[in-house]
């Protein structure tokens, strides 16, 4: 995925009282839908921030391990004791984090949550996903452009927990890791709106940055500039109306999915068995 960093959606009153109304009226059956967002390329939301209001990964992160440094070593040593993983049920899960198309991304932490998502039941918060996923993304491209760094995959000769898109990462710069980036910042969206799940979200935050080191796509100082980079996001959304507004919208609208006992699709408990074996350093 490559961006350009550039400048760049009432019957009666009764109705109309509904529509404000995030978890909906039960008597009319409506949700409040959040306001329609332009795309800045086919199925991916323009962000809550102007692309160059976004932090700057090449200025705030320090140039990627030197060859025949200790930190270098270190991935090294990090991607080897990933390679006993393939095939695992924890190599699965790496893949199914490792998709980040929409729905499927959006649950990514539901069970972290312990709530359904989805843009029917939660609009504003399937909203928020979507656009801070390009937030996210587009802050790490600057420094991916810049170093290029050559993933392990490739180095190594391996495969990945993502056969059909070897060929496009390849072309893309590994460091710092955009999944991570924005597995990072969705956590910490997530973690205010739903503190009292904090250390289950965050958990699954550092699980879903080790999946791409189970996943052979990353070094490990690729995912920790990308959690750097996906905090500094976080950080700066929150100078967005736009984005408080639906920030403050899907806050109301997991307490109402809460209280209809909407619980996640997914199965939980497979994700915990997968998550919960060896995991990288």
Known sequence: MKFVRTNPWSRIAAIAF???????????????????VPEVRPGILAGYLPFNDLPDSLALLPPPPA?????TALDEEVRLKNL???????????????DLTFPHAAQTYSCALDIAIS???????????????????????????HYLRTRPFVMHHTSTCSPDQESE??????YPSGHTSIGWTWALILSEIAPERGDAIL????????????????????????????????ARLHSSPDFLA??????????????RNLHPTRNCREEAAALSEQKAP
């Open 203 to 234: 958990a699954r935050a550092r699980a879903y940055e080790e999946s791409r080191l189970v996943c052979g796509v990353h070094w490990q100082s690729d995912v920790i500039g990308g959690r750097f980079i996906g905090s500094a996001v976080a």
């Open 67 to 71: 060859a025949g440094s200790a930190a």
């Open 84 to 98: 006993a993983l393939q095939g695992s049920p924890r190599w699965a899960q790496a893949a199914s984090d490792a």
């Open 119 to 145: 843009e029917e039941e939660t609009p504003h918060l399937y909203m928020l996903l979507r656009r801070t996923f390009t937030d996210a993304i587009v802050a790490t491209l600057n420094a991916k452009g």
């Open 246 to 259: 639906d920030l403050k919208a899907a806050k109301a609208e997991i307490a109402a999915v809460r209280a």
């Open 18 to 36: 509904c529509l404000v109304v995030i978890s909906g009226c039960a008597g009319y059956g409506l949700k409040s839908k959040p306001a329609g």
């Open 169 to 174: 990462l390849k072309e893309d710069g590994s």
